[in-house]
């Protein structure tokens, strides 16, 4: 089971940015596509960005332009650098692995996560 380690959310002014970390354990990384989810109060967990092992990246259209998703192999782990953050991203910020980018139902292990508030 690979560990996920979440960090990097704090309270931020709207239009500010932040960049989030998920450390993951194990030595399987480099096989795993990584993919950064968040869920805000009251509401479905849902898909932000995903990065494959070959570096292609997918988004949602609610943070394109704004987020960027990369990884490093070395470091067992994923960023997402969020710019221009708007009140609606707040939310509690996860990341999962898995051989492909998929939707919040394909995984069963989740970490605690991390919180971002944006104020307005």
């Known amino acids: 089971q690979v560990q996920l380690t979440e960090s990097g959310g704090d309270l931020v002014q709207s239009g500010g940015s932040l960049r989030l970390s998920c450390a993951t354990s194990?030595?399987?990384?480099?096989?795993?596509?990584m993919v950064w989810f968040r869920q805000a109060g009251g509401k479905q967990r849902e898909l932000v960005a995903g990065i494959t092992t070959n570096g292609d990246t997918t988004y949602a259209d609610f943070v394109k332009g704004r987020f960027t998703i990369s990884r490093d192999n070395a470091k067992n782990t994923v960023y997402l650098q969020m710019n221009d953050l708007k009140p609606e991203d707040t939310a509690v910020y996860y990341c999962?692995?898995?051989?492909?980018?998929?939707?919040?139902?394909?995984?069963?292990?989740w970490g605690q996560g991390t919180r971002v508030t944006v104020s307005a």
């Open positions: 194990g030595n399987f990384f480099g096989i795993y596509a």
């Open positions: 999962n692995a898995g051989l492909e980018v998929n939707g919040p139902e394909h995984y069963a292990y």
